[in-house]
């Protein structure tokens, strides 16, 4: 079974509509993130949370807002879709370094298969 | 601001040829580095990655990468294409104490039979 898993794989949405999408993940990381993918642009960080408590905004937060429910659980809404949000949406966790390692959080992040996206 | 420059947004070469694909970061202190691998409709996977020590880092599939401190350089090689490394590689970095990753734009790998 995955690790890190999204739901759904594929929508397509009108503009307006409120959209979510969830991430789950079984890899027991304390360290959530969602990032999109557009051609050409790589990957931008929308939100990442630390924990279940601490949420932050990314580069391109705006008109996005994201919720942890738990330890094992980000979800990510659209408020009020537009065009310009149709993309792939990638959930990614991570860990930090164990204790006596470097400072920070230098592991890789784990990645889920991602949500393709599309705003009519 | 930091950045990370991938050269070549796409890259063709023959099955058994060299790959080579390039990255170079904006730091001037050495970060953490990464290559992931995008295959068609699935998410990224962790093909090799640089924290300290020796500098070049072998991946898998056969890939590996050097980091090169006075070139800002992390490029990705492997001596002999495979027809399933066609896909789209990301250079990624993380700055020593930082939290947040910054990715390339990627470069498409095409493999010609």
């Known amino acids: 079974d995955a690790d890190v898993t999204q739901t759904p794989r594929n929508r397509i949405t009108k503009t307006g509509k409120r959209i979510m999408l969830e991430c789950s993940q079984t890899?027991?990381?304390?360290?959530m993130y969602w990032y999109r993918q557009d051609p050409g642009l790589g990957l931008r960080l929308i939100y990442y949370?630390?924990?279940?408590?601490?949420?932050n905004k990314g580069e391109i937060s705006d008109g996005y807002s994201v919720s942890r429910q738990a330890q094992a659980k980000f979800s990510l809404s659209l408020e009020s879709a537009i065009p310009n949000q149709t993309a792939l949406y990638f959930c990614?966790?991570?860990?930090?370094?164990?204790?006596?390692?470097?400072?920070?959080?230098?592991?890789?992040?784990?990645f889920g298969p991602g949500t393709r996206l599309t705003v009519l | 601001a930091q950045s990370v420059t991938q050269l070549g947004s796409h890259v063709s070469v023959s099955e058994g040829a060299l790959v080579l694909l390039r990255c170079n970061y904006s730091?001037?202190?050495?970060?953490?580095l990464f290559w992931y691998v995008q295959y068609p409709n699935q998410g990224l996977q962790l093909l090799l990655k640089?924290?300290?020590?020796?500098?070049l880092v072998k991946g898998i599939n056969g890939f590996e990468a050097e980091f090169k401190k006075s070139e800002t350089s992390f490029h990705l090689t492997k001596p002999s294409a495979h027809m399933s490394d066609a896909a789209e590689y990301f250079c990624?970095?993380?700055?020593?104490?930082?939290?947040?990753?910054?990715f390339g734009a990627g470069t498409r790998l095409f493999v010609k039979a």
């Open positions: 990614a966790t991570s860990t930090v370094a164990p204790a006596g390692g470097f400072s920070g959080d230098y592991n890789e992040q784990f």
């Open positions: 990624a970095v993380r700055y020593t104490g930082g939290f947040k990753t910054i």
């Open positions: 949370s630390f924990d279940v408590k601490d949420i």
């Open positions: 640089y924290t300290t020590g020796a500098t």
């Open positions: 730091s001037s202190v050495p970060p953490y």
């Open positions: 890899k027991g990381h304390d360290r």
